[in-house]
């Protein structure tokens, strides 16, 4: 049987508790120990301030949740006026591509399919280079795509469509254009993991989880990007995708998640976890196995938060 790899997210958002803990950290040990996880790092960040820590400052990789990474990468290009939004991919790589516009990749609406990436990573493992150009020659050499414009399909050559038209866009490197528009204001540190770097605009970057929350929690605060003012799309029961992060409208706000798995068959597993509370809160988590059950992800979710209140 053909074994693929992950390299997903998931819609992740208050489901019934499963786990009773009062604090956050022991509700994730908790989780992570019924995962099979030996190392873990986790952190809760409210405005710059890191309220709980486990290991927070060890650089963990982020898998999947390196996606908003680089969809505010574009997004600050748009803030600059080299990219827009409605812009075609065709425009934005300066050759014919399939009918998609930035707003399309970004939230996973293109309809291009199916995902190559899954069964190459495991062959592009500890490389130094993105393999952002490589997946965009496979998708340009396709042909008939797949899929339906307009629907939602989580596919990683969206984001390392995105990622090309970074480094086409702003002539630097892709890691290098990231750092400077979204790693640094946010004032943390980041690098392309030395296992996952090629995986890089859709599952590359490595990190502590003290500056992976205070990235989320300063992106998507007071003084960041509304995220509803910015490219989303509807993914059924209420949730929505954008800007590399799932949304779900809280009484109380934007609820917001996003989980990340990668897991090669006879190699490395690694998973993160990130979730925003409408109150600005911001759990980061990562393990080191790969976990890929949305029921799941529910579950950690709803024991933080009630671990929170």
């Not at 999947?64 to 425009?91: F, H, P, Y």
């Not at 989320?216 to 799309?233: C, Q, R, T």
């Not at 890929?292 to 529910?298: K, N, Q, W």
Request: glycine residues 10%; contains cysteine.
């Amino acid at each position: 049987m053909l074994q693929r790899l992950i390299c997903m997210a998931s819609l992740a958002l208050f489901g019934a508790p499963q786990i009773a803990a009062a604090d956050p950290v022991e509700a994730f040990r908790q989780w992570a120990g019924a995962e099979g996880a030996q190392a873990i790092s986790m952190a809760v960040v409210r405005d710059g301030a890191v309220l709980h820590a486990l290991d927070a400052d060890a650089p963990r990789d982020l898998a999947s949740n390196s996606k908003a990474i680089t969809a505010l990468c574009v997004a600050a290009l748009v803030d600059e006026g080299a990219l827009r939004w409605d812009m075609t991919l065709t425009q934005a790589l300066g050759q014919a591509a399939p009918e998609a516009t930035l707003a399309e990749l970004v939230t996973h609406t293109s309809g291009i399919a199916p995902d190559s990436t899954q069964l190459r990573m495991g062959f592009w493992l500890n490389e130094d280079s993105p393999r952002h150009a490589h997946v965009t020659e496979i998708v340009l050499d396709r042909g008939r795509q797949r899929g339906t414009r307009g629907d939602f399909a989580y596919n990683n050559e969206n984001y390392a469509l995105l990622g090309r038209v970074i480094e086409l866009v702003t002539g630097q490197e892709y890691e290098a254009a990231c750092q400077a528009r979204v790693l640094e204001p946010a004032g943390v540190t980041g690098a392309l993991s030395s296992r996952f770097g090629a995986f890089a605009g859709w599952g590359g970057w490595r990190m502590s989880m003290a500056d992976h929350a205070r990235l989320i929690a300063h992106w998507f605060g007071p003084g960041g990007i509304d995220p509803m003012a910015a490219p989303y799309a509807e993914t059924g029961r209420g949730g929505m995708y954008g800007l590399g992060m799932n949304y779900r409208p809280d009484a109380a706000g934007l609820a917001m998640s996003h989980a990340g798995a990668i897991s090669i068959p006879f190699g490395p597993k690694t998973g993160a976890y990130v979730m925003r509370l409408p109150d600005g809160r911001v759990a980061a988590m990562a393990y080191d196995v790969a976990v890929a059950s949305p029921a799941r992800f529910r579950a950690l979710d709803s024991a933080i938060a009630a671990a929170l209140r």
